[in-house]
């Protein structure tokens, strides 16, 4: 006999893959589609950076879609990331996506009233996200408009030597006022990032950013999809070259999958990541997927190294993320630096309970 529907039930996932991308990601959603559970009572309401929009999740739609010539796209504007990111810009030409980045001196903000001399590709920090599916013909054409030499590495890609971008050892420097033109065919897939190879000191300004292949399968689904990029060179302690309580808040809802790409910019040292309110599953690292995804609460990353995380937030408010090293996130009058705040709001579908754990489902 037919158990009768249960009161209040209905789907919890909005998403749907074809076949093909849902088979292979059995063993992904396995290990994080945990069963959300809610809280009962309201957000408790806490000082901190300005509240951000969650139903602004046009970001992630634009990154769930695919990003291709096989599709009729022949160009991309550029667009907010929801992460203090933005997406770059690129142009369909004779086959080859095209993208430019001009190195040029900026002072920047990292919190209010604390202003840095950095270096910034297109006036941004973090350079724009470069995204591109796997087996893409990629151009990148990089003008220096800054008074010292450069040249630009493309960490993580599998590509000729020449386009490597290790000054005086790959190519000579790109002086100032020069352009360089990198050509390479996307292989590596996954998290990866690009960076200034001439010194540590122009990283640390801010010449770096993030570098995303999408397989050809299709990306690590999710219903949002977020960068946090560490830094500790001349801005300070930063996430996406911002201190707290400048930092861009996270927009989600409870029982979604979110997905943060950690990036250890550097130039210096390793950072302990932790989210508060429950583990978070690591699915792969520098790019490469793991083979068994492994649940932490803390994750260490070291200079150059990234990781993908899935998170499924399961209690909505204002959950903290943040490096556990407390002179990076923390001083006498509160928290500052490494310090980013994950803002969950409540379902927007009615989730199914957890025994002995929740019985409300709040939803808007
Ligand atoms: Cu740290």
């Not at 309201?42 to 000082?47: C, D």
């Not at 999710?222 to 930063?238: C, K, N, P, Q, Y």
């Not at 990076?328 to 754990?357: K, Q, Y």
């Amino acid at each position: 006999m037919p158990l009768p529907p249960r009161p209040g039930a209905g789907p919890a996932r909005r998403f749907r893959l074809p076949r093909s991308r849902a088979l292979r990601y059995v063993v992904l959603g396995s290990a994080v589609g945990l069963t959300a559970a809610v809280a009962t009572g309201p957000a408790r309401s806490v000082a901190g950076p300005a509240p951000v929009n969650v139903e602004q999740a046009a970001a992630t739609q634009l990154l769930q879609r695919p990003l291709g010539t096989a599709f009729g796209q022949r160009s991309q504007a550029e667009a907010d990331l929801g992460d203090g990111t933005t997406l770059a810009a690129w142009e369909l030409k004779d086959g080859v996506k095209e993208f430019h980045l001009t190195a040029a001196p900026l002072t920047w903000e990292t919190e209010p009233g604390r202003t840095k001399q950095a270096l910034a590709f297109n006036g941004r920090l973090p350079g724009p996200v470069i995204r591109v599916n796997q087996g893409d013909k990629v151009r990148i054409v990089v003008k220096n408009d800054m008074p010292k030499p450069t040249a630009v590495h493309w960490h993580g890609m599998e590509l000729p030597n020449d386009q490597d971008g290790v000054p005086m050892l790959t190519q000579p420097d790109i002086e100032p006022g020069q352009s360089f033109t990198y050509e390479w065919t996307a292989v590596s897939t996954g998290t990866h990032w690009y960076h200034s190879h001439e010194d540590g000191d122009q990283e640390g300004r801010g010449l770096y950013g993030a570098l995303e292949v999408v397989p050809t399968l299709g990306d690590i689904p999710a219903e949002r999809d977020f960068r946090i990029m560490t830094g500790d060179g001349a801005l300070g302690f930063v996430f996406n070259a911002k201190s707290y309580p400048a930092t861009t808040s996270l927009a989600a809802k409870v029982g979604e999958r979110v997905h943060i790409r950690l990036i250890g910019t550097g130039p210096e040292m390793f950072h302990a990541i932790h989210i508060h309110g429950g583990y978070f599953t690591v699915v792969a690292q520098d790019g490469r997927p793991l083979a068994v995804p492994q649940q932490m609460d803390t994750l260490t990353v070291g200079v150059g190294q990234t990781y993908d995380l899935i998170w499924v937030p399961v209690r909505p408010g204002k959950w903290m993320i943040h490096c556990h090293v407390f002179s990076h996130s923390e001083v006498s009058m509160g928290m500052t630096g490494m310090v980013t705040i994950a803002d969950v709001h409540p379902a927007t579908v009615p989730l199914p309970g957890i025994p002995g754990v929740t019985e409300s489902q709040p939803h808007n």
